[in-house]
């Protein structure tokens, strides 16, 4: 079994996309905005939803998703350099929304699927551990309701609907755009 010789994802990819938001006037609440910072997310999500594939199809053996996982993980969740505090915490919210996605990918690839409870109650019991602020196991039922997304369970953003913003709602968000790389990896160009 050889890895193929594809690169999943790279870091010059990572580093076009921040070149783009420091070159943009970014506002949050515009809606041109908010789709770049979403792109960038999906993109990500969908270079990991490639990794799942190529394991799940046998094009990959483990200990090689998880090499590729660790490495695009080291590029995306390292402190961009920017000036503008703004855009930093912009771009943080978008790699907070992401250590979830590769938390439930690397426990997939370890442990297969969390099978003790529904998506939802993995959500729910999340919610409960944030608010306890034992943010640890917060981080891992979210990522247990992640594997079970990786798996084809649908999962409803309605389950966040009344849930005080957190970082709970940023890793769910971070699973909703694995769930659409999942269905539909198509490429988000970087210069679009």
């Given amino acids: ?37 979403l792109n960038l997310q999906d993109d990500v999500a969908i270079a990991v939803a490639k990794i799942l594939k190529a394991y799940d199809e046998g094009d990959v053996d483990q200990e090689e998703a998880l090499e590729e996982l660790a490495d695009i993980r080291e590029v995306v969740l390292s402190e961009p350099d920017f000036a503008d505090e703004d855009k930093l915490m912009l771009v943080d919210g978008v790699q907070t929304s992401l ?58 953003m309605a389950v966040i609907e009344d849930v005080e913003y957190g970082l709970v709602t940023e890793w769910v968000n971070g699973l909703d755009s694995l769930q659409s790389a999942l269905s539909d990896p198509e490429v ?3 210069d679009d």
């Fill in 99 to 156: 250590v979830c996605v590769f938390y439930s990918a690397e426990q997939y690839l370890a442990d297969g699927v969390a099978d003790e409870a529904s998506l939802a109650e993995y959500v729910e019991a999340a919610v409960e551990a944030e608010a306890e602020e034992d943010l640890d196991r917060a981080l891992g039922l979210t990522a247990c309701a992640g594997t079970r997304v990786i798996d084809g369970e649908e999962l409803d």
């Fill in 1 to 37: 079994m050889s890895a193929p010789e594809e690169e999943f994802y790279s870091e010059e990819r990572w580093q076009n996309w921040l070149d783009r938001l420091r070159d943009e006037d970014l506002d949050p609440e515009d809606e041109d905005s908010a789709r770049l910072l």
């Fill in 188 to 190: 988000i160009e970087d």
